[in-house]
């Protein structure tokens, strides 16, 4: 019986090592997907992209809208236009 209930404590402490893991595997699966993205990997890569696309963008550089409101009328405060998108999203 002793026997028995000693192999019945080392499976229940392989059974929550097992869980302990996959809820750290889970954890730090949920850590990566919330952290903030790193914009200079992701700036090199998208460079290198663009760079596959020559010509990608022009629509808004040569907007004349876009060229006016780029010519900031106060140099201290630079404008600011965030664009979010997938490569290639337009």
Not at 15 to 22: D, K, L, S
Not at 49 to 66: H, I, Q, S
Request: hydrophobic share 35%; proline share 7%; aromatic share 12%.
């Amino acid at each position: 019986m002793q026997k028995s209930l000693d192999e019945r404590k080392i499976r229940d402490q392989q059974f929550r090592e097992i869980a302990e893991a996959e809820n750290d595997r889970k954890l730090r699966g949920i850590h990566m997907w919330l952290r903030a993205t790193s914009f200079v990997n992701d700036q090199d890569e998208f460079s290198k992209l663009r760079a596959e696309y020559p010509g990608t963008g022009r629509w808004l550089l040569d907007n004349p809208k876009f060229k006016e409101w780029f010519e900031p009328t106060c140099q201290s405060i630079p404008p600011v236009l965030w664009l979010n998108g997938i490569p290639g999203a337009g």
